[in-house]
């Protein structure tokens, strides 16, 4: 608890003071008066006044504020230092401040995973050896074949095969025919593949399949409860030898509801789990809340790991869009969002498993509040940029200055806080629920 603890209030702190000072440093180089700058909540904890800005700490780390000048109190031209007020600048200057900090995070989370990749090496699943098919490419010559997702290989040529890597020797860059032996609930069957000079295996229609090791098993779902745990390597389902993790993923996904019996190795113990998947997103699909295990592996050099940085959020950020659309859509339940009692069990977690995956943790985070302060929400810095553009249009098409007063647009934004607040207590409860491992 107590890792869990100072874990989430350093990765929180670096990320709230990245954000804030992205707000603070355009206001300042925009010539706006900021009057504090201050990370967390609640009451002064320390506070240095330099200048004219108040910089302070507060005790609950789970935001923090710059304070401008005219951005919250009704400002009027006659006032001194109204040319350094928020409202007293023009459209662009207060939108590039409000939207700096989502900028900002975004940089952050893209230097966290760039150094990442380039001085770790990059984020891969863990691979299995097996001589496995991993998944059913139905246009694939395998497919056409009769090779399905689990058939384990065993020969080819009347040659044996022990690992995946053997099957590139045994099947590539020849050109007669390929008479195949493999494995399917324990049945071995023949499969004639025809004379072609293969050059991948891909080619052929198989890929080679992940481990079947537990990576990552979250709070409160039925894995947790039935108390799997990492790095335990599932052997068989339902009475089902499991080579790979897309055969256990796809079996798993297929029994919503139902209950399975699951074979796992610890250790070199056998252990039995009965445990019943439940349908998280709503799809008709089976989840128990574990992931594969990952590893990071070759490092791949500058300019890669600059690509790969920008690719990965692209990625995380696609996944954000998609979970808004689906709470709008109703396929994905708030139940399973997290907020920072969730977050701070998961951080926990990752600081056990070393500095870098802490890290990782702090990239995606980062990631998450930048993208959530865009949303135009009000009380968001998304919100308050939506007032600058209904402003800029309003005067685009009218030729006349719209603005909305100070004091309707901050009643808003406090009617905002209120249902962010609200929800902020919901997920926060949930999440000890799932802590505990009930209500769930």
Request: no cysteine; proline share 3%.
């Amino acid at each position: 608890m107590f890792i869990s603890i100072i874990s989430f209030v350093f990765v929180i702190f670096i990320i709230i003071l990245v954000h804030e000072f992205g707000h603070f440093i355009v206001a300042k180089m925009s010539g706006i008066k900021v009057k504090e700058f201050s990370i967390g909540f609640g009451p002064k904890l320390l506070s240095k006044k330099i200048g004219e800005t108040e910089y302070i700490i507060r005790p609950i780390p789970i935001g923090g504020f710059v304070d401008l000048y005219g951005m919250e109190e009704a400002v009027v031209e006659k006032e001194k230092d109204w040319e350094r007020s928020f409202v007293a600048k023009n459209a662009f200057i207060r939108f590039a401040t409000l939207a700096a900090g989502y900028f900002m995070n975004y940089i952050l989370a893209f230097f966290v995973l760039f150094s990442l990749y380039f001085f770790v090496g990059q984020i891969e699943p863990l691979m299995s050896d097996e001589p496995v098919v991993a998944i059913d490419i139905q246009e694939s010559v395998a497919y056409k074949n009769n090779l399905r997702l689990g058939d384990k290989i065993v020969m080819v040529n009347n040659v044996k095969v022990k690992k995946f890597h053997d099957l590139k020797e045994r099947m590539l860059n020849k050109k007669t025919d390929l008479k195949i032996k493999a494995e399917r609930n324990g049945n071995l069957f023949d499969v004639f593949l025809p004379a072609k000079d293969y050059k991948s295996l891909d080619e052929i229609g198989i890929l080679q399949g992940t481990a079947p090791v537990i990576g990552e098993v979250n709070p409160g779902q039925p894995a947790d409860k039935a108390g799997l745990k990492k790095g335990e390597k599932i052997v068989s389902i339902n009475g089902k030898k499991i080579f790979v993790w897309e055969q256990f993923a796809t079996i798993v996904h297929g029994k919503a509801g139902e209950k399975i019996d699951l074979v796992l190795s610890r250790d070199g113990a056998t252990l039995k789990k009965t445990l019943v998947p439940k349908d998280l997103l709503n799809k008709n699909m089976g989840l128990i809340g574990v992931a594969p295990m990952v590893i990071f592996g070759e490092k791949p050099g500058f300019v890669k790991s600059i690509t790969f940085a920008g690719t990965m959020i692209v990625r995380l950020t696609g996944t954000m869009i998609d979970t808004i659309k689906g709470l709008f859509s109703g396929s994905i339940s708030v139940k399973n969002l997290s907020g920072p009692v969730g977050i701070a069990s998961v951080v926990g977690r990752k600081a056990q498993e070393g500095i870098t995956w802490l890290f990782y943790w702090m990239a995606f985070i980062s990631l998450n509040i930048g993208f959530l302060n865009i949303l135009p929400f009000p009380a968001l810095d998304g919100g308050r940029l939506l007032f600058i553009v209904i402003e800029f249009f309003g005067k685009l098409f009218t030729g006349k200055k719209v603005k909305i007063s100070t004091k309707i647009e901050e009643t808003i934004h406090y009617a905002g806080l209120i249902v962010l607040f609200a929800l902020l207590l919901i997920i926060t409860y949930r999440d000890i629920l799932r802590l505990l491992g009930v209500g769930q």
